[in-house]
């Protein structure tokens, strides 16, 4: 007996549902547009609020989900570029927000401090979890970055707690300095509002910071920030901003401007730069090797928005050259489907990024050939 066209209907709704459902994630990265040569797929999906990333010893890849108060731990043992799997390392954490690796620790930054887990088993799931770090502040920028330097020292990063104003807590727009243990706590650097990105110049090894400038000087102030971190130095924060120029709330600070530490470079306005990383994989072509790469969140007040993509800083000589455009497409018009929060080249050579709007985390790779 034949079946009716009626009959199948059910049956083609559910595998139209089925298709659209694991297509969703193909259609997202298709709206990207990259240079020539390059793609882009869904490496791993459905991952709430994924934040900042980082590439363990082994080569799998720890993202923290803040929202969900966790950390999960992305594994594609088999290599076709998917996540074959999302294990649970932590949970329970408040605000997650970023991942180290040092010596066989597991660093995790949380609203106000720094957790250490161990994986003596390898399973992939975090044991042995040790407060190393509390009572930072958590009001206002509320999230913490931490990395490791090449003098085996944590940083953390700490924003500020206002637009602009004197702070209370000396901690507060800085970057603190701690012993791998979470002692010996010290103000490294200040004058810095918001410098959610952390990352080390393969070179020099100096530590390069992004942070995020001022609202409510125009749609074009002031200049987001890229600073080369140095131990005692004033980034000008909240007298200055960009070039030591003085903030109009403090028009009286122009000599003590002078004497801070201007950008080494000067990004488009209300842009949030937030993840950076500098290129030192072997996938890309070789004009790639070292050139850094920004995740531009995307702005919140500004009359035409902007953001909201990757960019490429390019160098010569040790000196940034050029700053264009890598990923784009998460703004459509006046509107942002997506907002990329880091980056990090994965141990294939791909550059890995985090949305923390989609949930997901994308897969940048060039297609040789």
Known sequence: MKMKLADKFPFFVFYLFLFLLT???CLAAQKIDLPAG????????????PRHMAVSPAGDLFV????????????????????????LFAEGLKG???????????YISVLDGVVRFTDKDGDLKGEDKKVLVSGLPTAGHSTKTISFGPDGKMYVSV?????????????????????????????F???????????????TQELWAADNGRDMLGDDLPPEEINIIKEGGHYGWPYCYGDQKPNPEFKDRIDFCKKTIPPVISLQAHSAPLGLTFYTGNQFPEEYQGNLFVAFHGSWNRTIPTGY???????????????EDFATGWLQGSSAWGRPVDVVVGKDGALYVSD??????????????
């Open 38 to 49: 390059f793609e882009i797929q869904i490496f791993a999906s459905d991952l709430g609020t």
């Open 96 to 106: 997650p927000h970023s991942i180290a690796f040092f010596e066989d620790g597991i």
């Open 23 to 25: 297509s969703k994630g």
């Open 64 to 87: 923290a989900d803040m929202g969900g108060g966790k950390v999960l731990v992305l594994p594609d043992k088999d290599g076709n570029g998917k996540a074959d799997q999302k294990i």
């Open 309 to 323: 993509k990757v960019i490429r800083i390019k160098f010569k000589d040790g000196q940034p050259e050029k700053i």
């Open 356 to 369: 923390d709007k989609g949930g997901v985390v994308y897969r940048i790779f060039y297609k040789r050939g």
């Open 189 to 203: 650097a200040k004058g810095l509002r918001n410098s959610v990105g952390l990352t080390w110049h393969p070179q």
């Open 159 to 187: 924003g500020s707690s206002c637009n602009v104003c004197e702070e209370r807590d000396p901690r507060r727009a800085a970057i603190l300095q701690y012993n791998a243990d979470g002692t010996g706590e010290k103000i």
